[in-house]
C-alpha cells in the first residue's frame, strides 16, 4: 500500500505542477494592479522556483506529518480546510451507499428469482435507463423538481445556519439537507449492484447445491434467502470497496450542484482557483481512498468466503 | 535402449505462505520415479487422483519443471537440451487429453486443429497439407469433408478421434495418453479403445497409457505400473499385476474393481474387508517411518515391487 | 412403494417439447435396490429428478403419475411436495464437488432436512448430526461438523451427502450416479456403505448409474433404459446370465472388464440420437443394428414378460446375434452341418 501511495504522490505532484498557471496567478487572478514583478518575488518566498523534486520532497515530508500547507485562496491551513468539510463528505457518502445497496439488494434479488417476469424487465429498464443517465443531468432535474418546483427539500447547503447546533431539529435539518444529493447519487449507483446480483442471482439458482436444497424439502423463500442469495452476495461484498470509487467520483458533481459543502465543491472550488496546495491534498486523500477501498474488498472477500479465508 | 527413460523424476511445486510471502516447497508430487519404455510397447501407468501421474505426463512433455532427475528420450537427456534442439525432439512425443471437449479449440475447424502441429514443424504448400489432413481425418474415422466443421458438431468419441489425430500428424514415436476415454459412455469407449489399439500397431507406436480404470487398462496393456503418493509401488506385465500382485496397495486397487458377476459380491465384499484389514495393520512392511513408499525391487526379471 | 405409471418428461427445445423420458413405467418395492442403468442422455437423470419435482417448471412438462404411498406427487402443490422431499423422498446427488454449499459448513447443511422436517431443538439437531456422519465412517465428527466442504476430500463429501440424505429416515433414497466422481478404492468404500445402511433401514433406493460394475454390485433389480424408454427389467442375475435386449447385450460385451482376454471390444454401430432427432415409432434400437432386417422389429415395440419379472422390448432381441456372437454360431452350424 505505501508504494503504491508514494507513486500516487509523484504523479499527483508532477500533473499538479504541468498545470497551466500557479497558485500565485491563481491567488491574483483578476487584480490587474499586481505586477509580474511582484509576482515573481512571491514565487522565490514560497519556493516556487525550485526545481520539482525539491518541491515534491518538501510537500511529502510536511504531508506525511499532516501538513498540506496553506491554502492560498482560503487564507487557512489546508488541513484545517478538509477537516472542516470531510465530516460532511463522509456523511453524504456512508448515506448513499446504505440507500444504494437497501434500493439496490431487493430489486436484484427480485430481478434474479423471477427472471424474465414484468417485475425483471422493469428493473432491468430502470438499470439501463439510470446506467444511461449522466448523474449531473439527473441531479439537476431533481434539484428543480423537489427543489425548487416543489420545494420539499431544501437546495443547497449542509444544514440551515440559523438552527442550533446539537438540537433534535440540527440532525433533523441535516437529513433533510442530504435527502436530494443522496437520493441523486444512490439511484444511479444502483446500476452494477443490481447487474452484478441478477447475473449471480440467475447463474446461482442453476447450481447442484441448490438442487440439493430444494431435494433436502426446503422451502422456495428459504432456497433463496439461504442459499442462493448467501453465494450471490459474495461478489457484491467484494465489490463494497469499489464502490468509495464511484462515490468518489459522484460526489464533485453532487456537492457542486447541490451546493454541499464536502470535499468534492472544495476540489471543483480549488481547480477554479487554481489552489495548487488544496488541489494535490484532495486528490491525494482521495487516492487514498481508493487504495483502501481495494483492500478493504480483499478484506472483505477473505472474512465472507471461507475459501479464500485459508489460501 | 529404452525409447523413454525416466531416472529418479521429481516434480516438486512451490506456493507461498507465510506474512512474509516465501515460497514453501510442497511435498514432491511424483518423488524419485523411474520407469522404461521399451519400443512398439504399450504401458500403463495406473492411480488414483492425485498420485501424480498427471504430472509425470506433463513432465515428460515438458511441461512441469524437473526438480530433480533425467528424462532421457532415446538416450538423449530432454531436460539438458538446448530449446529449439528440444523443440525438434518433442515432435516426436504427442499427447492425447482426457477431455475431448475442453482440449479441442472450438473456435477452429477440424482442418486448422489437425494442421496445427503440421504448421509448427513442417513446411507444407496447402494442397499439401490439404492431402495429409485429409488422410488422417480418414485414417481415425472421420468424413474427408468433416475437416470443415468444428468441434461442437462432433460426439465425444469423434472428437477424441480428431484429438488422436492431431497427435499422429506429426507420425510421432511416442503416444502419451492421459486418461483418454474416461469422460466417455460405455460404448464409445469400446470404439476409442479398439482405435488406439489399431493405430499402435499400424504405426508401431510407443504408448504411455495413464488411467484410473484396472479394467480398461488390462484390456490396453502389456506392461503395468502403479503409482501412489508419486510413486510406483508395483510394476509387471499383466500376468504378474492381475494374477500375482505383491504389493497391498494393488491388491486393494484390484478388490476395489467393481466385481461383474452379481453372484460373487459377497465374497468380493468380503475380500475387501480383508484387504483393508491388512492394509491398516501391515502398513510398515510397504512405507518407511515418513509414510513414504519403499524403494522397489525385483521379485521376477519382470516383476518389481516396493517390499522392505 | 413407489409406483411410476406411463411417465413423460418433455424438455422445451427451441420452442417445441421433446420427451427424454418417454412412457416409463416401473415399481421400486420397500427393502430393494432398483439400479437404472444407460448411457448419458438417455433420460435415467431426468427420470430421477421428475420423481423430486426438480425440473425447472418454465421448461419442463411432465405427464403421467407418481404415485408414492398413495400420493400421486405430480399433482402436488412445492409445498406439499417440501413435506415429503428431505424427509420420506431424498437424494443423493452425482458430483460431491458441487451438491454440498461452499459457504455453509457442513453441520449445518445436514441439520437443514431436520429444522423442516423434525422438531428437534438446536441441542438435539447437533448431536444427530454428528451420529449421522458417525454412521457414514466419519469419525472425527466433531471437528468434520464445523468444516466447509472445500476442506473436505471428495469421498468424505460424498459421505456427508449420504448422511444429510439419511438426516431424517427416508423411505425411499434416489442416488445419482453416487460413486461416479470417486476414485475405486472410494467408490468401493462408499458401495459397501450404501449397501451397509441399506440393510439397516430397510429403504428403498433407486440407483441411478451408467456403469455396469456398480450395478452388479448393489443392485436387485435392474432397469436398462435406452433413447427415454425402459428396454430390459430383469432381476440382477437373469440381467447379467440371460441378457436378451440387444442394447443390453451389446453393452455388457463393450465392457474391457468382462472379458478379460485382449480382442477387439464389441462396437455398437452409430450413434445415440440427440433427443430432438429421435424417432418416435418402432424399435428405437434399430438404426443401430442394421443387419436386423425392419420386418423383425415389431411396429410399436412393447415390454414383454419373458420370463416372470423379466421384460425386454421388442422382439427383435429373438433374432439378434451380436457379430462375434455369429460367427461362433457359424461355426457351430457348419460343425453340425459336416
Not at chain 2, 20 to 38: E, G, I, K, N, W
Not at chain 2, 57 to 69: D, E, S, T
Request: proline share 5%.
Amino acid at each position: 500500500m505505501i508504494p503504491q501511495l508514494l507513486l500516487l504522490s509523484i504523479l499527483i505532484f508532477f500533473l499538479a505542477k504541468q498545470m497551466p498557471g500557479d497558485a500565485v496567478t491563481g491567488a491574483f487572478m483578476g487584480k490587474p494592479n499586481v505586477s509580474a514583478e511582484q509576482m515573481e518575488k512571491i514565487r522565490e518566498q514560497h519556493g516556487l522556483n525550485d526545481p520539482w523534486i525539491v518541491q515534491y520532497g518538501r510537500w511529502i515530508g510536511d504531508a506525511i506529518q499532516g501538513d498540506f500547507g496553506q491554502s492560498f485562496v482560503h487564507k487557512q491551513p489546508v488541513t484545517q480546510l478538509l477537516a472542516g468539510r470531510i465530516g460532511n463528505t463522509i456523511w453524504l457518502s456512508v448515506a448513499t451507499l446504505v440507500v444504494t445497496y437497501v434500493i439496490a439488494i431487493p430489486l436484484g434479488m427480485i430481478a434474479g428469482r423471477w427472471t424474465g417476469s414484468w417485475a425483471d424487465q422493469f428493473i432491468v429498464t430502470y438499470n439501463y435507463v439510470s446506467f444511461a443517465t449522466p448523474v449531473f443531468v439527473f441531479a439537476l432535474l431533481m434539484l428543480y423538481v423537489f427543489g425548487f418546483v416543489l420545494n420539499w427539500f431544501p437546495s443547497g447547503g449542509s444544514v440551515d445556519i440559523r438552527i442550533e447546533e446539537g438540537t433534535a431539529e440540527y440532525v433533523w435539518d441535516r437529513l433533510k439537507h442530504l435527502v436530494l444529493p443522496v437520493l441523486s447519487g444512490s439511484l444511479l449507483l444502483t446500476y452494477s449492484t443490481v447487474q452484478y446480483l441478477r447475473n449471480e442471482i440467475i447463474e446461482t439458482k442453476m447450481k447442484d447445491f441448490v438442487k440439493t436444497a430444494r431435494a433436502k424439502g426446503v422451502p422456495e423463500h428459504a432456497v433463496y434467502r439461504r442459499h442462493v442469495l448467501r453465494h450471490s452476495i459474495l461478489p457484491i461484498a467484494a465489490f463494497l470497496g469499489y464502490e468509495i470509487t464511484g462515490l468518489i467520483a459522484g460526489s464533485v458533481f453532487i456537492e457542486t450542484i447541490f451546493s454541499y459543502p464536502g470535499l468534492g465543491r472544495l476540489f471543483i472550488d480549488s481547480i477554479m482557483t487554481r489552489d495548487f496546495t488544496v488541489v494535490t491534498a484532495l486528490v491525494l486523500i482521495s487516492g487514498a481512498a481508493v487504495i483502501v477501498g481495494t483492500m478493504l474488498s480483499d478484506i472483505i472477500l477473505r472474512m465472507v468466503d471461507p475459501r479464500i479465508r485459508l489460501g | 535402449m529404452p525409447l523413454l527413460q525416466l531416472r529418479d523424476v521429481t516434480v516438486q511445486f512451490t506456493k507461498t505462505a507465510g506474512c512474509l510471502r516465501r515460497t514453501m516447497p510442497t511435498p514432491p508430487v511424483v518423488d524419485q520415479l523411474s520407469l522404461q519404455l521399451h519400443q512398439g510397447e504399450m504401458y500403463g501407468l495406473v492411480g488414483e487422483s492425485g498420485c501424480g501421474k498427471s504430472t509425470t505426463a506433463r513432465a515428460i512433455m515438458g511441461l512441469n519443471q524437473l526438480a530433480k532427475g533425467q528424462i532421457l528420450f532415446q538416450g538423449d537427456d530432454l531436460s539438458k537440451m538446448h530449446r529449439s534442439s528440444r523443440k525438434l525432439r518433442m515432435k516426436e512425443i504427442q499427447m492425447i487429453f482426457q477431455d475431448p471437449y475442453s482440449s479441442l479449440n472450438p473456435r477452429k475447424n477440424v482442418w486448422n486443429i489437425i494442421a496445427e502441429p503440421l504448421r509448427n514443424f513442417e513446411r507444407l504448400t496447402r494442397a499439401e497439407e490439404l492431402k495429409k489432413v485429409q488422410e488422417l481425418v480418414e485414417r481415425v474415422g472421420l468424413n474427408a469433408e468433416s475437416i470443415y466443421q468444428y468441434p461442437h458438431q462432433f460426439s465425444g468419441g469423434q472428437r477424441q478421434r480428431i484429438g488422436i489425430a492431431r497427435a499422429l500428424a506429426l507420425r510421432p514415436q511416442l503416444l502419451i495418453a492421459d486418461e483418454p476415454v474416461s469422460a466417455l459412455d460405455v460404448s464409445v469407449q469400446a470404439q476409442v479403445l479398439n482405435f488406439m489399439k489399431e493405430i499402435q500397431e499400424e504405426f508401431d507406436l510407443t504408448m504411455l497409457f495413464i488411467s484410473h480404470d484396472l479394467g480398461i487398462v488390462r484390456h490396453m496393456c502389456d506392461r503395468i505400473g502403479i503409482m501412489y503418493k508419486g510413486r510406483l509401488v508395483e510394476e509387471g506385465t499383466i500376468q504378474d499385476i492381475y494374477e500375482r500382485p505383491s504389493h497391498l496397495y494393488t491388491k486393494r486397487l484390484l478388490a476395489a474393481m467393481p466385481e461383474m458377476n452379481p453372484e460373487k459380491r459377497l465374497e468380493k465384499m468380503k475380500q475387501r474387508f480383508r484387504i483393508n484389514e491388512e492394509y491398516e495393520l501391515a502398513n510398515e512392511q510397504f512405507f518407511d517411518s515418513s509414510g513414504r513408499v519403499v524403494e522397489m525391487r525385483k521379485i521376477t526379471d519382470t516383476h518389481w515391487a516396493a517390499l522392505k | 412403494m413407489l409406483t411410476i405409471h406411463n411417465l413423460r418428461t418433455s424438455f422445451r427445445i427451441h420452442d417445441e417439447f421433446h420427451p427424454a423420458v418417454d412412457g416409463i413405467s416401473l415399481t421400486i418395492h420397500k427393502n430393494e435396490v432398483l439400479a437404472i442403468v444407460g448411457e448419458s442422455g438417455c433420460g435415467k437423470s431426468a427420470l430421477a429428478l421428475s420423481i423430486l419435482g426438480l425440473h425447472p417448471p418454465e421448461r419442463t412438462k411432465i405427464e403421467g403419475t407418481i404415485e408414492f404411498q398413495g400420493q400421486n406427487l405430480l399433482q402436488l402443490s412445492t409445498a406439499e411436495l417440501n413435506q415429503i422431499r428431505g424427509k420420506r423422498l431424498a437424494m443423493i446427488f452425482q458430483d460431491p464437488m458441487t451438491a454440498l454449499h461452499p459457504l455453509m459448513i457442513i453441520g449445518r447443511q445436514i441439520e437443514e432436512p431436520m429444522k423442516y422436517h423434525l422438531t428437534l431443538s438446536t441441542k438435539e439437531k447437533k448431536q444427530r448430526a454428528l451420529q449421522l456422519l458417525e454412521r457414514v465412517g466419519i469419525h472425527n465428527n466433531e471437528q468434520v461438523y464445523q468444516q466447509y466442504p472445500h476442506e473436505l476430500s471428495g469421498g468424505m463429501r460424498q459421505r456427508v451427502l449420504i448422511a444429510m440424505a439419511l438426516a431424517c429416515d427416508p423411505e425411499l433414497l434416489i442416488a445419482d450416479e453416487p460413486t461416479t466422481a470417486l476414485d475405486v478404492t472410494i467408490q468401493a468404500q462408499i458401495m459397501e456403505l450404501m449397501k451397509e445402511l441399506q440393510r439397516q433401514s430397510q429403504a428403498g433406493i433407486l440407483l441411478i448409474t451408467h456403469d455396469l460394475g456398480v450395478v452388479a454390485e448393489m443392485a436387485d433389480r435392474v432397469a436398462v433404459m435406452y433413447a427415454g424408454e425402459i428396454v430390459e427389467l430383469a432381476p440382477i442375475h437373469t440381467l447379467f446370465h440371460n441378457p436378451l435386449h440387444p442394447y443390453t447385450r451389446s453393452l455388457l460385451h463393450s465392457l474391457p472388464s468382462s472379458f478379460g482376454q485382449k480382442g477387439r471390444l464389441h462396437v455398437i454401430e452409430g450413434m445415440v440420437p440427440a433427443i430432438e432427432h429421435l424417432k418416435r415409432s418402432g424399435c428405437r434400437f434399430a438404426p443401430r443394428i442394421p443387419w436386423i432386417s425392419n420386418e423383425l422389429h415389431e411396429v410399436n415395440p412393447v415390454l414383454h414378460e419373458i420370463a416372470p419379472q423379466h421384460f425386454v422390448r421388442c422382439v427383435c432381441h429373438q433374432h439378434f446375434y451380436l457379430p462375434t456372437e455369429r460367427i461362433g454360431d457359424e461355426i457351430n452350424a457348419s460343425i453340425t452341418a459336416t
